[in-house]
């Protein structure tokens, strides 16, 4: 399995970024997909997360009402729209796809990861 992840850059607080996260490989047709966020010095958290048909969605307090999660199964492709940006939202953000399809807030389950996307957002 391979994630590729695209559409980090600089924004200025209040402003928007939309990432993209595109899977292939032997991924199945039923599997969970998340994004994660590690902030300068601090742990990699999940921030965003959706089941296998898109159905079912996880958003950590940080990022609820201002962050949306969407996935394209035809495409094999995770969004991560991100509006009213805050300079907390700084960081590197990473797309990670679990084999198991309907618990998509584990975090232990998630055991591929695409290669990281860093976000800026300057006040």
């Known amino acids: 399995v391979q994630l590729q992840a695209s559409g980090g850059g600089s924004v200025q607080a209040g402003g928007s970024l939309r990432l993209s996260c595109v899977a292939s490989g032997r991924t199945g047709s039923r599997y969970s997909m998340g994004w994660f966020r590690q902030a300068p010095g601090k742990e990699r958290d999940l921030i965003a997360a959706?089941?296998?048909?898109?159905?079912?969605?996880y958003y950590a307090d940080s990022v609820k009402g201002r962050f949306t999660i969407s996935r394209d199964n035809v495409k094999n492709t995770l969004l991560l729209q991100m509006n009213n940006m805050k300079p907390e939202d700084t960081g590197v953000y990473y797309c990670a796809l679990s084999l198991d399809g309907n618990r998509y807030a584990s975090v232990p389950l998630y055991r591929y990861w695409g290669q990281g996307t860093l976000v800026t957002v300057s006040s």
């Open positions: 959706v089941n296998w048909s898109g159905g079912m969605l």
